[in-house]
């Protein structure tokens, strides 16, 4: 039993053993509700707003921008306060805990707006995350058959059929339908907008489909499932589901936005003999880039860790801030 008051107040959100089995099966679990869509929206607004200062970001916007995505706006988190809270939150890492065990990095985050009239994404799944770059991201240790990483995908608005939310193919992430090793063509003006099974979908610039395993297969789109979440939830998933999205439909003025935070075990190689990162049309230098060890310990000496923010905001490691709190 826990006699103590401090410990036993703090809530735990571990998955139950359904909600393992039922991940185990299908490759996702979710949505969770983090924020109200009242406190996201309050929140939203005045963050939108800060992160237009760029003066502490990890990486300067000039190479990066490119037509489709800008990959200067990745790892936000590591000189946002609220984003630093937002990837460390006690109800999203206990679930990922669940998943992966207690030693755990978040080595990525992404913005992915739709604005009006936007095309989806295209039904695609990451193992390595060479997909667009040509080079592997991560490096699951050799002994792991399985790749992959989990995404926390939180919706920053209300996001429905209409508004681009997500599709899985549920029970699709064991095995992958793509070969990462194969190269993609960044060409916009070509891979824009593409109707494909009646839908406008795209990739940022590629067509995902050059890295079908077989070019002629298709994906089982009869069995997709549309997500569509109230702004301030989350959901979880792993990279290699077969995932998408639909398009912006355009009936409303407001975007949709997902904030992504990634995450894996310590024992992963994260940018592998990697001093940088070309893909979208862009490029970004690796060297001020640091995992988060959002609990438990790193026992390995190979991935670059950072305690606080660009601006000196610790970041709070869910096991070691308990024990310290005992
Ligand atoms: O938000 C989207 O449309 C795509 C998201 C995605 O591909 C991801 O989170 O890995």
């Known amino acids: 039993m826990n006699n103590n008051p401090k410990k036993s107040k703090m809530k735990e959100f571990k998955l139950t053993q359904q909600e393992l089995e039922d991940f185990r099966k299908n490759g996702y679990a979710g ?7 009242e406190e996201i929206e309050q929140i939203w607004k005045r963050e939108r707003l800060a992160l237009l200062d760029r003066s502490n970001a990890v990486y300067p916007d000039d190479e990066s921008i490119s037509a489709n995505t800008n990959i200067a706006n990745y790892d936000r988190h590591l000189d946002n306060q609220f984003l630093a809270e937002h990837v460390c939150r006690r109800e999203i890492v206990d679930r990922v805990r669940s998943m992966l065990g207690d030693n755990l990095l978040c080595w990525r985050s992404e913005f992915f707006p739709k604005y009006p009239g936007d095309e989806g994404t ?3 799944q990451a193992d390595t995350f060479a997909n667009a770059g040509g080079e592997p991201q991560i490096l699951w240790p050799e002994d792991e058959e399985f790749g992959g990483t989990i995404t926390v995908w939180t919706a920053f608005t209300n996001t429905d059929k209409s508004t681009a939310c ?13 070969d990462e090793t194969k190269q993609m063509e960044y060409d ?3 891979n824009e907008n593409v109707e494909k099974e009646g839908m406008r979908r795209g990739f940022f610039g590629y067509d995902y489909r050059q890295l079908q395993k077989d070019p002629n297969w298709k ?8 997500m569509e979440m109230k702004a301030g939830q989350f959901i979880i998933f792993w990279s290699t589901l077969m995932h998408a999205s639909h398009p912006h439909e355009g009936k409303t003025d407001n975007m949709r936005l997902g904030y992504v935070a990634r995450y894996v075990p310590s024992s992963v190689k994260v940018y592998p003999g990697l001093s940088e990162i ?5 490029a970004i230098s690796l060297e001020r880039f640091g995992c988060v060890e959002v609990s438990g310990e790193n026992q390995y000496e190979y991935n670059r860790v950072l305690k606080e923010t660009t601006t000196g905001v610790p970041f709070k490691n869910l096991i070691k801030y308990e024990e310290a709190s005992i």
């Open 31 to 37: 949505p969770f509700t983090l924020y109200t869509p």
């Open 122 to 124: 295209d039904w695609h």
């Open 166 to 178: 997500l599709q899985f193919i549920p029970g699709t992430h064991e095995e992958m339908f793509y």
């Open 188 to 190: 916009p003006s070509k």
């Open 219 to 226: 994906p089982d789109e009869e069995k997709a499932v549309s």
């Open 278 to 282: 070309n893909e979208y049309g862009g």
